[in-house]
């Protein structure tokens, strides 16, 4: 009796986690399909043309449009707040051991969504017709570290540019100048495509190594892509706008994946540090990672590395571009004075019945930045993971400049997966989770 | 997360590379280790500290939205405002601050029907609460057509606009 009990228990409990498992799998579905339809939504409606969401641009993708409507705020918005609800229920289901989403969906999903947003037009942003600028101008013969594309006469995409960096010249490192040389090679179109393949295959790259260093470390890989690959400010807004931060993230991961999988040989240890600074070739934000490294790893290896490929960097610098193409700081310092509403620390003065930020502002923040910047130095040195105290301080970056852009907040996310410390991820998506909240103001007043 | 208790062995590692002989001669509190062995106190501190500047954040987002849209519902009603004053129901009237800041508010358009600022502009000050979706007209002037509102370009100023001497010209 007592047997038929026990088993007629047993039968009960699989049938309620077979339910239980079938109900989590189909919702793991429904939360995937609404990712996919969000993602659709949007490119469908900004190939229509160009809206306050939707830069002006070429009609280099004319056969997407005809299917939806001109993309405007009362669907972009509603639209990402709803992909960022199913991002964040496809995390909690996919942390649990029963998670429903195998490998193969997990990386079936991202690469869906990675390619229905690179068939679609540029998005949010005008920075890759800005670069396509650069690149013409660097093929003939204009220095785009000297001149902004203002200075390169007759050029077709000049409309695209916006008109606020007509006159910019490039703030980016000579690395990636260099890798969009292709784009000034060719058309306008063409141009346009490279560099959104540019950007594909640097996310790639980037979800590729989060998987790779996850694995290593113990982690699940397949939440960590999950995480990555499924944000909706990475695939919306980094991706959608091609913007080299992918680059450099992918030579950030590189970097990270050297340093792991080689802790004891010198030549992993060197290489892993040149990829570092590689990726501050591409934009100077990513040297902060250097000193965590250096001082986490105490080795001579990471600093020859650090330093040879700093050099070679600058001398091809140097050769292309002159002096003005190595002064990796001079861009930084630009875009550190200029303000965007997006900021925190615009938030901030709001908050303290400031009209904006202010210069004396400006020092406060870079002075609480250099605060965290030491401290996480000495916790490193103390031990501390210098991977979580490189993603701390690109968060205390993207945190803490006056000229935030919604893409800069994933700069920490590949690292905050592959993190001992899950303060990292739960900050990183806090401040993302803050940053769309404070989007989505428009929904709640009247229209104008 | 890499807690106190739960830490490898902790004590000065023995180090190699560029830190071999710098953790003998430096004080405990900075000597180079091999692990994090922060203790629970430290580790709590910083969690506290993240999270009252997560909450700092929240709230200053918050207070952003909550301005955001009390002011997308004042430059609604200055627009209502314009058309009900002047009794012209055009779709371009522009609304904002006279002084980033300071009331009054000011809300221009087109006297007679014509592209933005091709003609000569009604402008008006527009202060106090909204009511009934509408708030109160405290002053204005004219403004020649194709022209920024600059004092030099104002006249017939009427209500505050004449009181402060807001049109040199009269």
């Known amino acids: 009796m007592s047997t038929a009990s026990a088993i007629a228990e047993s039968e009960s409990r699989s049938l309620v986690r077979l339910r239980s498992g ?13 990712l996919v339809a969000g993602a659709a939504e949007i490119v469908l409606d900004a190939a229509v043309g160009h809206t306050p969401m939707v830069p002006a641009q070429p009609a280099f993708d004319s056969w997407l449009a005809g299917f939806g409507q001109s993309l405007g705020y009362t669907v972009f918005l509603p639209t990402l707040l709803v992909s960022t609800l199913a991002y964040g229920g496809l995390i909690l289901l996919a942390r649990g051991r029963s998670s429903p989403i195998s490998k193969r969906w997990a990386i079936g999903l991202v690469a869906v969504l990675q390619l229905i947003v690179f068939a679609g037009p540029v998005l949010l942003a005008t920075d890759l017709f800005t670069n396509v600028a650069y690149a013409h101008e660097a093929v003939h013969g204009v220095n785009p570290y000297v001149h902004g594309p203002f200075a390169l006469p007759g050029y077709p995409g000049f409309p695209y540019v916006s008109p606020d960096w007509i006159n910019w010249a490039s703030p980016y490192g000579p690395l990636f100048t260099l890798i969009t040389i292709p784009a000034g090679l060719v058309g ?22 989060t998987w790779r260093c996850a694995r290593q470390r113990g982690f699940d890989p397949v939440l960590a892509v ?13 991706l959608g706008g091609s913007h080299n931060d992918l680059i450099m993230m992918a030579l950030m991961m590189l970097g990270v994946t050297l340093s792991i999988a080689g802790a004891t040989s010198a030549r992993r240890q060197a290489s892993g540090a040149a990829a570092v600074v590689a990726g501050a070739l591409v934009k100077a934000t990513l040297g902060v990672m250097l000193p ?37 700081v001079a861009g930084l310092n630009r875009e550190g004075h200029l303000v965007s509403s997006y900021s925190f620390a615009s938030q901030l003065a709001h908050l303290f019945g400031k009209a904006g930020v202010y210069p004396i502002d400006h020092k406060l923040l870079t002075g609480g930045l250099v605060v965290v910047i030491i401290y996480l130095l000495w916790r490193t040195w103390r031990g501390y993971d210098w991977v979580t105290a490189s993603g701390w301080g690109l968060l205390a970056i993207a945190v803490s400049t006056t000229w935030l852009m919604p893409w800069y907040t994933i700069w920490p996310l590949p690292l905050a997966v592959i993190s001992r410390d899950r303060r990292l991820l739960v900050a990183t998506l806090a401040i993302q989770a803050i940053w769309i909240v404070h989007q989505t103001s428009p929904l709640y007043g009247p229209v104008p | 997360m890499l807690r106190g208790r739960t830490c490898p062995a902790c004590g000065v590692g023995t180090v190699s590379g560029l830190a071999t002989g710098i953790g003998g001669r430096l004080p405990a509190w900075l000597a180079p280790r091999e692990h994090d062995c922060a203790g629970r106190r430290l580790w709590r501190v910083e969690t506290v500290a993240l999270i ?14 909550f301005y955001s849209v009390n002011a997308s519902a004042q430059l609604v009603a200055d ?53 009934h979706g509408l708030r109160s007209v405290v002053g204005g002037w004219r403004l020649a057509a194709r022209t920024g509102d600059f004092p030099a370009k104002r006249y017939d100023c009427f209500g505050e606009g004449a009181a402060k001497a807001l049109c040199p010209k009269g």
Do not use: M
Request: hydrophobic share 55%; net charge positive; proline share 5%.
């Open chain 1, 22 to 34: 079938r109900l989590t799998a189909a919702l793991a579905a429904l939360l995937s399909a609404v």
């Open chain 1, 188 to 209: 306008l179109d063409a141009g346009i495509w490279i560099l959104k393949l540019e950007a594909l295959a640097a996310s790639a790259a980037t979800l590729a190594l």
């Open chain 1, 226 to 238: 999950i995480v990555v690959g499924l944000n909706p400010l990475y695939v919306l807004y980094a």
């Open chain 1, 292 to 328: 965590f490294l250096i001082v986490s790893k105490r080795r001579v290896a990471p600093v020859v590395g650090a330093v040879l490929a700093l050099a070679a960097g600058l001398v091809i610098g140097y050769v292309a571009f002159g002096s003005a193409g190595i002064n990796l």
């Open chain 2, 52 to 65: 009252l500047v997560g909450l700092l954040l929240a709230i200053a987002a918050i207070n952003d939205v």
């Open chain 2, 79 to 131: 627009q209502t405002t314009w058309r009900h004053y002047t009794g012209r129901d055009y779709y371009n009237v522009s609304a904002g601050a006279l002084v980033v800041g300071r009331a009054p508010d000011i809300s221009c358009a087109n006297s007679s029907p014509g592209p933005p600022g091709e003609r000569t502009q009604i402008c008006l000050l527009i202060d106090g609460p909204i009511v």
